[in-house]
């Protein structure tokens, strides 16, 4: 069974650093673009950060870029995101997921798998 699982949430004061994993199973993710994003309470779910099939390229959302960091390893079918300098509007359920069709990012393209995500929540 394919799956992807998101660890490292938690609760953090504002300016605090927290990292998420995201791990997949049940086949390679290695050949394929992964993505981070979050849905906050009351909102629609938002595009957070992407990463290509090698890591060459990486993408972030104008609200988190310069705080956040995306990264993989493909020996471990991992997927991280370094949040660092985090608000209170961070505050999310923020999901792993992956596009299988594309190696790389494309822009409001569906995503094939979703994790069942990680509570990040950020204190004021």
């Known amino acids: 069974q394919v799956q992807l699982v998101e660890s490292g949430g938690g609760l953090v004061q504002a300016g605090g650093s927290l990292r998420l994993s995201c791990a997949a199973s049940?086949?390679?993710?290695?050949?394929?673009?992964m993505g981070w994003f979050r849905q906050a309470p009351g909102k629609e779910r938002e595009f957070v950060a992407a990463?290509?099939?090698?890591?060459?390229?990486?993408y972030y959302a104008d609200s988190v870029k310069g705080r956040f960091a995306i990264s993989r390893d493909n020996a471990k079918n991992t997927v991280y995101l370094q949040m660092n300098s985090l608000k209170p509007q961070d505050t999310a359920v923020y999901y792993c997921?992956?596009?299988?069709?594309?190696?790389?990012?494309?822009?409001?393209?569906?995503?094939?798998?979703w994790g069942k995500g990680a509570l990040v929540t950020v204190s004021s």
């Open positions: 997921a992956a596009d299988l069709r594309y190696s790389d990012y494309v822009p409001n393209n569906d995503m094939d798998i």
């Open positions: 049940g086949r390679t993710f290695s050949s394929y673009a």
């Open positions: 990463i290509s099939w090698n890591g060459g390229s990486t």
